[in-house]
């Protein structure tokens, strides 16, 4: 790029996509990654619903995904990506791969917020006759929401990270930009704008976050 003029509609529109492929996959990770961790609590608690061989397919299946690096993830999962949404680049395209990266990453974040929470708590609700649904939902949940606060944000940070990978494979977004016009056509200035930008949004994340965090506590 010769000047800002030039890269701040290239850059809007790369932040766009990077909106868009992590809203899509914090979506997905709270909504399938959030039962995932509970049954990875229960299945191994001796107070609730301990199942050990339940427990030890989810938590093997859990760390299968979380051991692959992101970029041969993307790469292994391109052709059930192109079936699943009928594309085979863009951020919808990436945010496939983005989603199964992040639902064990959060399951896990999750099952360490429960974690926390004081058996006392458990075996109180256990003693008042309280099914384990209603202990997942009126118990774990509620003393727990200032860890899963925590833990969305941390995964939301992950997942813009992973996004950065995702233009290796025309996902599209900052990460793309900076890719092809930073590093592949050695523009400093676009490598700059890039970078600051992200760390921009991490700060704002983070910092929207640990209000929330604060708020779910009562501070």
Known sequence: M?????????????????????SIAIFFAVLLGLPLGVLLYITQHPLLFRIKPLNAALGWLVNIIRSFPFIILIVAIMPFATWLVNAS???VFASVALSIAAIPLFARLVESSFNGVKDGVIEASIAGGAPILLIVTDVLLPEAKKSIAQAITLTIISIIAFSAT??????????DLAIRYGYYRYDTLTMIVTVIVLIIIVQIVQWIGDFIANRAEGK
Do not use: C, N, Y
Not at 166 to 175: M, P, R, W
């Open 2 to 22: 010769d000047s800002l003029s030039q890269l701040w509609p290239i850059l809007f529109k790369a932040l766009l996509e990077t909106t868009q492929m992590v």
């Open 89 to 91: 680049h863009g951020p």
């Open 166 to 175: 995702a233009g290796v494979v025309g996902g599209g977004g900052i990460g």
